[in-house]
């Protein structure tokens, strides 16, 4: 290979990691702002798809509507149907933002293409990631059609955690050859750890989904006015939640010690440990904030959004730590370890 090609190469690279790095930021943002949509009530803001009220662009005040324009949705819908503009708005600038970032994933699948001649799986998973980006808008499509049931909401969400990872995985992969990461002792005790707090992190995630089920059935029952009563209204399942945190932080705390005790100087190892910590510390405040001062909206969306970071946070650690196995090919060495 020549030096022109092999600088191309690098600048090739170079555009890959930061667009995907960017596409992760907005993955994130995307994540946040449907929980904005959820803590809201604006799920059902636009009661069709993929238009809103059967317009690209939604109207802004009920006289833009049909006058029978409740009987035309509700029959669709089997349920009432009432204007508000704040609500059709916000879930309108959801699915926008969502149309963003499929653009985002796409440029990024663009920027793959030059692995094929080096590392083929970040172009391939690359191209998974645009794909699962499709069926997550068919998901949308039947998350409105089933007027939010719960599960439905709760599996689009998993599915986001999923697309997360992939490109948290292609992304630490570009970085195969080039990142300097500090040498760490006792790897199979601290891999042990580390699975079992990702286990526990995953499940703790679960748990929240299941005590946001309850929530809207809460929600159902009492409104949105009544929000100072939404916690006592949940039940053992919210215990149980706000318990677990505490094995939570113990076992991240550990974790983190191990880390700092057992690694060699400052790198992506080290610094990835105190961002799980820093996450979970701002994770727990927000729960408390929730418990005590009637779930004021937007700390609903930040808690579950911290939440997938967390999980990325733990699973890229995970990646960086084995980094010597997870990324063996043919064409690559290992990550650099100092």
């Not at 500090?182 to 042990?192: F, L, T, W």
């Not at 939570?248 to 191990?258: D, E, M, P, V």
């Not at 418990?291 to 930040?302: C, F, G, I, M, T």
Request: include cysteine.
């Amino acid at each position: 290979m020549t030096n022109s090609e092999t600088l191309t190469e690098r600048r090739n690279n170079s555009l890959f990691r930061r667009l995907a790095l960017v596409t992760v930021a907005v993955v994130y943002l995307l994540i946040m702002i449907g929980g904005i949509v959820r803590s809201t009530g604006a799920g059902m803001g636009c009661p069709d798809w993929p238009k809103c009220f059967g317009s690209w662009v939604p109207p802004t005040e009920e006289s833009q509507l049909p006058l029978n324009y409740k009987e035309i949705y509700g029959a669709k819908l089997k349920g009432e149907v009432e204007f508000n503009a704040v609500k059709t708005w916000t879930e309108y600038v959801n699915r926008l933002f969502g149309v963003f970032t499929g653009l985002m994933i796409f440029a990024t699948l663009l920027a793959s293409i030059p692995f094929l001649r080096s590392d083929k799986p970040i172009f391939y998973l690359s191209l998974l990631t645009f794909l699962l980006v499709g069926f997550q808008g068919w998901l949308g499509a039947k998350v409105v059609s089933s007027e939010l049931l719960p599960v439905m909401i709760t599996l689009h969400m998993l599915l986001a955690i999923v697309i997360v990872f992939i490109l948290l995985y292609v992304m630490a992969r570009s970085y195969v050859g080039t990142m300097k990461v500090e040498a760490v002792q006792n790897k199979p005790k601290i891999n042990k750890l580390l699975l079992v707090v990702l286990v526990l992190s995953t499940a703790q995630v679960l748990i929240g989904t299941q005590v946001r089920e309850a929530m809207d059935i809460v929600i159902d029952n009492l409104g949105y006015a009544a929000r100072s009563q939404w916690i006592d209204a949940l039940g053992i399942t919210f215990y149980v939640h706000r318990s677990f945190s505490l094995i939570i932080l113990g076992t991240n705390a550990w974790l983190f010690y191990w880390i700092y005790k057992y690694s060699a100087g400052q790198g992506p190892i080290r610094m990835l440990a105190k961002s799980i910590m820093a996450i979970i510390a701002v994770e727990i405040l927000t729960g408390v904030i929730m418990a005590y001062l009637a779930v004021p909206a937007l700390s609903q969306p930040l808690h579950l959004t911290l939440a997938v970071a967390m999980l990325g946070a733990q699973f890229v650690l995970y990646l960086f730590l084995n980094a010597e196995i997870v990324f063996r090919t043919s064409a690559h060495s290992e990550l650099k370890v100092v």
